[in-house]
Each structure stands twice: as structure tokens, then as C-alpha cells.
């Protein structure tokens, strides 16, 4: 993470989405990380840089009009530890919130989902954690 091997550049994620709409540095420890977010259309990406390559992005605020398979407490209970992200993908779509880093040479992936499921109340919501691509945890909030 610190050298940001594996990630993008700016200039690579700045060919994807044109200048960003904020920039912000922080330091801890002596840990230097500079934040560039995009919004459009009530999204943002954030994507956070180290020694010029990415070691974080984040996706916040995506509403997804669904065709997928509803994902209802029953279907979120059946989802099993080890499962990949690949296979959540394929059955309920793209999450609504995703943030991805990689740690050490680990791969860890949050997912969240707003749309698409069956909830008691709009705060309904289900987020499942990957490391490597295999699901180690996982929570919802007032799925129905």
C-alpha cells in the first residue's frame, strides 16, 4: 500500500474521468496521501494516491435501476463465507457503494447495496467484505 504497486496513475484515472472536482492531502505517521473525487450526477469516486500510483477508490451515492435478482434476508442468509465478488456481481448487480484497496499484497473489497433488495424501510441495506475475492463478512439492516 504505501508504494502503491498494482494501482493506476492520475494521469491513467484523469484519461478515464477528466479533472476532478476536489483534491485534499493528508499525512499520518509520515504517510502522505493526496484524495481526488469526481461527482456527477449525485455519484463520487474517490480515488486516494500514494508515491503517484492509486491505492484506494471509493464509489458513493450509484443508484442502480435493477433487473437482478432481489436480494431479501432469505437470499442474504444463503450468501456463504468464501463466496467470491464475482458471484454476488452475477446475481444481484453492480453494488451501490464500493470501495476497494489493496493491503499488504491483499485485495479487500466493500460492497454495498441500497437497491434492489427487499427492505422494511428505505434504510434498508447489505454490505459484504472480500478479501482476495472470497466473502468474510457480510451485514445487513432491516432486510425483509
Known amino acids: 500500500m504505501q508504494q502503491g504497486n498494482g494501482g493506476s496513475t492520475l494521469k491513467d ?14 499525512e499520518v505517521k509520515g504517510f502522505k496521501v493526496k484524495s481526488y473525487s ?21 464509489v458513493s451515492g450509484f ?17 456463504k463465507t468464501g463466496s467470491s465478488y464475482s458471484t454476488l456481481v ?29 427492505g422494511k424501510n428505505a434504510g434498508a441495506n447489505a454490505s459484504f467484505i472480500f478479501a482476495d475475492d472470497k466473502l468474510v463478512s457480510k451485514k445487513e439492516t432491516n432486510l425483509k
Open 13 to 26: 484515472v484523469k484519461n478515464i474521468l477528466g479533472q476532478p472536482n476536489s483534491i485534499s492531502s493528508t
Open 63 to 79: 443508484k442502480w435501476s435493477r433487473n437482478s435478482t432481489k436480494l431479501t434476508l432469505k437470499a442474504f442468509n444463503s450468501i
Open 90 to 118: 452475477n446475481t444481484y448487480g453492480e453494488p451501490d457503494g464500493l470501495n476497494e484497496n489493496v493491503v499488504l499484497g491483499k485485495k479487500n473489497v466493500t460492497a454495498v447495496y441500497f437497491t434492489g433488495i427487499k
Open 38 to 58: 469526481w461527482t456527477k450526477y449525485g455519484t463520487t469516486i474517490m480515488v486516494q494516491f500514494s508515491h503517484k500510483k492509486a491505492i484506494t477508490k471509493t
